[in-house]
Structure formats: structure tokens, C-alpha cells
């Protein structure tokens, strides 16, 4: 009986340790006005996925094109939605809406212009990739971004 109780109280631990939500911190709105990180899981209870990009960051910016190529995909299949945040800090935060409207994606964006939200979440490069699943929960992460298979990893876990 100890043991059933020692390894239940152990399962419950780890659950509890992997179920991370998106920390608060302050971004800003492409109008630049001050948003509470906590919007970008509000979807419903659908997925969202979260990509951490830069402007000067190439490889962001192809993979932030390959994910529009799919992207109508999730959201009529799956229900998901998905949140960019800028990592350009404060001197190249003007170059973020006008790179996006010349795009013409339809995505969630933000800016971290402080870089809070990357340091709380742990990202080293661009781009990174969270899914967060129904309940706000981080669910998987990768920093490995290669276009066409990152793209599929994340169609299977949505």
C-alpha cells in the first residue's frame, strides 16, 4: 500500500512539473500598446501555436511562411490558432507591422521588445515553437525548426 501511495504522490509530482503555462510578462500589440502575455492562450479551448521570430532573423521569417501555407488547415480542422511573438528588441520593434502587413498573415502578434517573455520562456534562437493545448498548457516545444518536418510534427500534435 505504501508503495501504491509513494508511486501515485510521484505521478501527481510529475504531472504537475509538465503542465507549464505561458508565464506573464508584458509584450506589446502591433499599435504598441501593453498586453498581458496570459491573451496568447485565450483560444477557446483549442490549440494555439506559439512562434518566438525576429525580423532579421532569416530562417523566422521562411518558416513563418511555410506555417501561412497551412495555416487555414488548423484553423478549420483543428481550431488553431496561431501567435507570433517579435523578439526585436526596442530599436527594431517599428520594422515588425510593416513586415507582417506586406506578408499579409492573418496571425496573432505580438512584440517583446524587453525580451521578459523569451528570458521566462526559456528561448535561446529564433525561431521556437510552442503548442499549447486547449488548456493553456505547454504541450511540446521545439528550437529545431526544419520547415516542412516542424510543420508536420506540429500538424500530428494539434
Do not use: C
Not at 501527481?12 to 507549464?20: C, D, I
Not at 485565450?42 to 530562417?59: D, E, H, K
Amino acid at each position: 500500500m505504501k508503495n501504491i501511495l509513494t508511486t501515485l504522490a510521484l505521478v501527481l509530482f510529475s504531472l504537475s512539473v509538465f503542465a507549464q503555462t505561458v508565464p506573464s510578462a508584458s509584450l506589446l500589440d502591433l499599435d504598441y500598446q501593453t498586453v498581458n502575455s496570459s491573451a496568447i492562450s485565450r483560444n477557446n479551448g483549442a490549440p494555439v501555436v506559439l512562434i518566438f521570430w525576429a525580423t532579421w532573423n532569416a530562417n523566422s521569417k521562411k518558416f513563418l511562411a511555410e506555417v501561412s501555407d497551412v495555416y487555414f488547415e488548423w484553423q478549420s480542422t483543428k481550431g488553431a490558432k496561431v501567435t507570433i511573438v517579435s523578439i526585436d528588441d526596442q530599436r527594431n520593434m517599428h520594422k515588425v507591422k510593416p513586415y507582417l502587413d506586406s506578408k499579409g498573415w492573418e496571425y496573432e502578434a505580438f512584440i517583446d521588445p524587453n525580451q521578459d517573455l523569451k528570458r521566462a520562456m526559456n528561448v535561446n534562437s529564433a525561431p521556437h515553437v510552442f503548442i499549447l493545448n486547449g488548456q493553456g498548457n505547454i504541450i511540446w516545444e521545439t528550437s529545431q525548426v526544419n520547415d516542412h518536418s516542424t510543420i508536420s510534427e506540429i500538424s500530428q500534435r494539434l
